[in-house]
T-cell receptor, first 113, second 115 residues
Framework: AQTVTQSQPEMSVQEAETVTLSCTYD???????LFWYKQPPSRQMILVIR??????QNATENRFSVNFQKAAKSFSLKISDSQLGDAAMYFC??????????FGTGTRLKVLA | NAGVTQTPKFQVLKTGQSMTLQCAQD?????MYWYRQDPGMGLRLIYY???????DKGEVPNGYNVSRLNKREFSLRLESAAPSQTSVYFC??????????????FGSGTRLTVV
């Protein structure tokens, strides 16, 4: 069975600095996808970034990028130039051809002004 | 705006009462899901529907039933609510083509309290 582990319950970062959120996973699938979702205080779940496991190139979306290490089963999220609006819970998720996503327990990110 | 609509946003139930959470999407997605979110446990899958007319159990299905009424709508029913079902419930949908997986679109969630 797939598992997703986020070992950092809470992280803090100064505004304009860079922060990295960690995620490790275990899977028996050969084709799969990895995601980072953001959940601000509004409770809405927002897709931040998506990585296809068969692609070696790390995904990027503006200030958000990932470090995907397939052999190590690691999928970290880097947020550059952190902004106050980045404060949220961040969830890592694994999805495969069965479409069911497995989510980690989340990391709460605080952005300090 | 296109997306996933969940109703209600908040609900308080007494133990033993029943209720149905409604979910509708207008993005022509084929797959729909119900998750529950509890502190420190992330999101756990209750039921999902890979296509109209099919439903399958997820990780925590006990105490719940679902109906995929048509391609747009996927409802979650609590027949006899228990305090352990106090949680935030999310509906989600996705468009999946073969092994391609484009990510979920979530509804805004329902905060359910069972007293």
């Amino acid at each position: 069975a797939q598992t997703v582990t986020q070992s950092q319950p809470e992280m803090s970062v100064q505004e304009a600095e860079t922060v990295t959120l960690s995620c490790t996973y275990d899977t028996s699938e050969s084709d799969y996808y990895l995601f980072w979702y953001k959940q601000p205080p509004s409770r809405q779940m927002i897709l931040v970034i998506r990585q296809e496991a068969y692609k070696q190139q790390n995904a990027t979306e503006n200030r958000f990028s990932v470090n995907f290490q397939k052999a190590a089963k690691s999928f970290s999220l880097k947020i550059s130039d952190s902004q106050l609006g980045d404060a949220a819970m961040y969830f890592c998720a694994h999805g495969s051809g069965t479409y069911k996503y497995i989510f980690g327990t989340g990391t709460r990110l605080k952005v300090l002004a | 705006n296109a997306g996933v609509t969940q109703t209600p946003k908040f609900q308080v139930l007494k133990t033993g009462q029943s209720m149905t959470l409604q979910c509708a999407q207008d993005m022509n997605h084929n797959s729909m899901y119900w998750y529950r979110q509890d502190p420190g446990m992330g999101l756990r899958l209750i039921y999902y529907s890979a296509s109209e007319g099919t439903t399958d159990k997820g990780e925590v299905p006990n105490g719940y039933n679902v109906s995929r009424l048509n391609k747009r709508e996927f409802s979650l029913r609590l027949e006899s609510a228990a305090p352990s079902q106090t949680s935030v419930y999310f509906c989600a949908s996705s468009f999946d083509r073969g092994l391609m997986n484009y990510g979920y679109t979530f509804g805004s969630g329902t905060r359910l309290t069972v007293v």
